[in-house]
């Protein structure tokens, strides 16, 4: 099983700051299979990036994903309010696993 | 536009059973897999396998295997969990999810289930 490790595990930001998370897996993912995920308390989870790099529908340009291999990053350009959150990687290619989560908080 | 939209939160005793219902709306049912997450109070999102729409062919992660059923009923466009022999540790909200290319593209709104004696 690929295991994912995110960091940091919390992010105190302002916004109108950038955003940089990162998540590692334990093994190379191919063929880009590769997604992040926002999720808001009450809410379910949110699909924003998906093949590394492409953007789900609807989402922001301020969100960017980026990575190869086994590193992999999520930016988010300039964190407005409704950023505040919690993001999860995920990888696809060999069944599915979902790292540990990063938060995002208000500094 | 596309919706899932799971039953209700459950509250069950040790040793009970419980089935929770995803329905879908606004795309063709059996075009797209189904994915099944779990989150574990103060846990992260853990996959708990997924299952196909058109054949109805489940696929089980590891640790989700034995007491966790997947179904799905096409003709009102809606997929099951069924978990039995309910644990306390078996308390978390579960979500369906739409997969689109292996990737979850649309999230049901998450099922509280608590064991409690």
């Known amino acids: 099983e690929i295991v994912l490790t995110q960091s940091p595990g919390a992010l105190s930001l302002s916004p109108g700051e950038r955003a940089t998370l990162s998540c590692r897996a334990s093994?190379?993912?191919?063929?880009?299979?590769f997604a992040w995920y926002q999720r808001k308390p009450g809410q379910a989870p949110r699909l924003l990036i998906y093949g590394v790099s492409s953007r789900a529908n609807g989402i922001p340009d301020r969100f960017s994903g980026s990575g190869s291999g086994t590193d992999f990053t999520l930016t988010i350009s300039r964190l407005e309010p409704e950023d505040f959150a919690v993001y999860y990687c995920q990888q696809y290619g060999s069944s599915q696993t979902f790292g540990q989560g990063t938060k995002v908080e208000v500094k | 536009q596309v919706q899932l939209v799971q039953s209700g939160s459950e509250l069950k005793k040790p040793g009970a059973s419980v089935k929770v219902s995803c329905k879908a709306s606004?795309?063709?049912?059996?075009?797209?897999?189904m994915n099944w997450v779990r989150q574990a109070p103060g846990q992260g999102l853990e996959w708990m396998g997924w299952l196909t729409t058109d054949t109805g062919n489940p696929t089980y992660a590891q640790g989700f295997t034995g007491r966790f059923v997947f179904s799905l009923d096409t003709s009102v466009s809606t997929a099951y969990l069924q978990i039995s022999s309910l644990e306390a540790e078996d308390t978390a909200v579960y979500y369906c999810?739409?997969?689109?290319?292996?990737?979850?593209?649309?999230w049901g709104q998450g099922t509280l289930v608590t064991v409690s004696s």
């Open positions: 093994q190379s993912i191919s063929s880009r299979y």
């Open positions: 999810a739409r997969l689109n290319y292996y990737v979850a593209d649309y």
């Open positions: 606004g795309y063709t049912f059996t075009n797209y897999a």
